[in-house]
């Protein structure tokens, strides 16, 4: 398969990539010392960067997908 073929909008193949990353890291032991940085640079010199950062992205958001807080009946 091609490397950098467009798979349009809902791109499995990364959605694929990024989970394995993600799990690999969740069970790599690391998540705990990341968290316990994160929270020492919001209290150092990067917090007006972060914070900035997220204000960013809070504004090109449409808001949370109300079916994140659907009940679910099983």
């Known amino acids: 398969m091609d490397k950098w073929k467009n798979q349009g909008e809902g791109d499995k193949e990364s959605a694929r990539t990024y989970n394995r990353a993600a799990e690999a890291f969740a069970k790599s032991g690391k998540v705990a010392k990341a968290a316990k940085d994160a929270g020492k ?16 992205g809070k504004a090109r958001s449409k808001g949370e997908d109300p079916q994140l807080r659907k009940k679910m009946n099983h």
């Open 41 to 56: 640079a919001l209290d150092g010199a990067e917090r007006e960067a972060l914070l900035k950062a997220e204000r960013a």
